[in-house]
């Protein structure tokens, strides 16, 4: 190889490997610090446009459990009141058979009747109970529906019920407890329960409903670390080999400047 002062080829090929190693050096760098394999669109463009929706996935569905945890304790609400009526109703036709006992005067029948008013007032009262603003009961059976997938695709609804049908027999009764029959209470029982049937049948759906978006989110948040995420292992490899590399490209640069101080030997 010819001594020659205007150029080195050597040099210059050092510098060039030093440059490309120190780049994939200061990106491991950056991978281990960060903790994202994806560091820029450069990286993998694809991978990049496949996590972002599976990043707005994963809110989508952090955001829909939300929802059905919130459509849960509206049901459960329902269902509490409902449980109330159930109690109020019980009590109310112990009430209408105490009323009936011959041994009781006409005082006596109408301190029943004033507790029998109360609690008929108290169950018109949780016809109109609210969760946050929302009705739990309507006027007629309504639904109010529910979205169960992340993707909007599938839903399903909740019914509101209609208690003042269920219980209307026994609120018309107030001030007339010696004329109420045994047969209403025992059908409004056999409707709040029918509803409360349907709450619990309902309650659970969401709840697997739930359950499968919470297994859903661990397969999709899994699948996206796959593309992003800095395998740490491999990379704290990766940036020890380059790191060396850099600091041996650095010390043959400096070898390759010297090989033109040969030059000076043949002139002086």
Do not use: H, W
Not at 189 to 199: C, D, F, G
């Amino acid at each position: 190889m010819s001594l020659v002062i205007n150029s080195n080829s050597a040099a210059t090929a050092s510098s060039n490997y030093l440059n490309a190693n120190n780049k994939l050096y200061q990106k491991s760098l950056g991978r281990l610090s960060s903790g994202f394999k994806i560091q820029g669109p450069s990286d993998d463009a694809g991978g990049l446009a496949v996590s972002m929706k599976m990043q707005a996935a994963l809110r989508r569905t952090d955001a829909l459990v939300t929802n059905i945890a919130n459509a849960v304790s509206l049901l459960q609400t329902q269902d509490g009141a409902m449980n109330s009526a159930t109690s109020i109703v019980s009590r109310m036709s112990e009430l209408c058979t105490l009323s009936k006992d011959i041994t009781k005067g006409a005082t006596d029948v109408a301190n029943y009747d004033t507790e029998f008013a109360a609690l008929s007032a108290q169950l018109t009262s949780l016809t109109s109970a609210k969760f946050n603003g929302v009705d739990l009961f309507g006027a007629a059976a309504t639904t109010a529906t529910v979205t169960t997938s992340e993707d909007g695709s599938q839903s399903f609804g909740i019914t509101i019920a209609d208690l003042t049908t269920a219980v209307a027999g026994i609120t018309a009764m107030a001030g007339t407890l010696t004329g109420g029959a045994i047969a209403t209470f025992t059908t409004a029982l056999e409707n709040i329960a029918t509803k409360r049937a349907q709450n619990g049948a309902e309650t659970n759906r969401l709840d697997f409903a739930s359950e499968l978006l919470t297994t859903n989110r661990t397969n999709l948040e899994a699948a996206n670390s796959r593309i992003v995420d800095t395998d740490i292992a491999s990379e704290s490899t990766k940036f020890a080999r380059y790191g060396i590399l850099v600091q041996s490209g650095t010390a043959m640069l400096g070898q390759a400047n010297q090989s033109a101080q040969n030059v000076l030997r043949l002139l002086m």
